[in-house]
């Protein structure tokens, strides 16, 4: 029962191709969340989603395009992979924007995307 | 502008000494601040969050912190740790007057726990 799932877990991929990270989550929260974590383990966001609406986009290149199917999902496409968007990224939810910022977020076990 | 600093990016302990992981953070508006845990391979996890009231939060495993205002700091502690407390330690703290949880994290301290 896996609250904050992520396919793949890892992906390995050539410099110029194009890339697609899947996340889901079963909490029933109307936030989401992608994270990009480093080589140094330093996490960023990068886009937030509530209820399908983009409210968060942070300066990522738009070669990043986050989609939200629904409320429970949100995918992560990345044209032209470059060598420096090797890193892990990871998808969070939390329960609803009302609660804001005082809300826990639930964080999936992350994509370990590495670009040769 | 807001901040937050993780002091050690690295802590060694023996198993059942007691630890204390830094945090300072930087705003001038009220806080709410956040520890979070990574263990390896693993996403994150909430361990203990402070919005109002008692400046001592109790966390899950065994963990506290206290909210200090004057030396805005959030610092962690257990008193007898474990082997299994061997993770990444985060702390956050969301962008103030948004109703929105745009997460800022410190650098992150690895707690090594040897036997």
């Known amino acids: 029962d896996t609250a904050v799932s992520q396919t793949p877990k890892y992906l390995v991929t050539q410099m110029g191709n194009d890339k697609s990270i899947k996340c889901e989550q079963n909490l029933g929260h109307d936030t989401m969340y992608w994270y990009k974590q480093d080589s140094k383990k330093f996490l960023k966001i990068m886009f937030s989603y509530n209820n399908k609406e983009l409210i968060i986009n942070e300066t990522v290149p738009n070669r990043f395009s986050p989609k939200s199917p629904d409320k429970a999902h949100l995918n992560l496409h990345i044209n032209s992979l470059e060598l420096g968007d090797s890193a892990v990224y990871f998808c969070?939810?939390?329960?609803?924007?009302?609660?804001?910022?005082?809300?826990?977020?639930?964080f999936g076990p992350g994509t370990r995307l590495l670009v040769l | 502008a807001q901040s937050v600093t993780q002091l050690d990016s690295q802590v060694p302990v023996f198993e059942e000494a007691p630890v204390e992981l830094r945090c300072n953070y930087s705003?001038?508006?009220?806080?709410?601040l956040f520890w979070y845990v990574q263990y390896p391979n693993q996403g994150l996890q909430l361990l203990l969050k402070y919005l109002s009231g008692s400046t001592l939060v109790k966390g899950i495993n065994g963990f506290e912190a206290e909210f200090n205002k004057s030396q805005t700091s959030f610092h962690l502690r257990k008193p007898s740790v474990h082997i299994s407390d061997t993770a990444e330690y985060f702390c956050?703290?969301?962008?103030?007057?948004?109703?929105?949880?745009?997460?800022?994290f410190g650098q992150g301290t690895i707690l090594t726990v040897h036997p």
């Open positions: 705003s001038s508006v009220s806080v709410y």
């Open positions: 969070a939810s939390s329960p609803r924007l009302a609660g804001g910022a005082q809300e826990t977020q639930y």
């Open positions: 956050a703290f969301p962008l103030v007057g948004t109703s929105y949880g745009k997460l800022t």
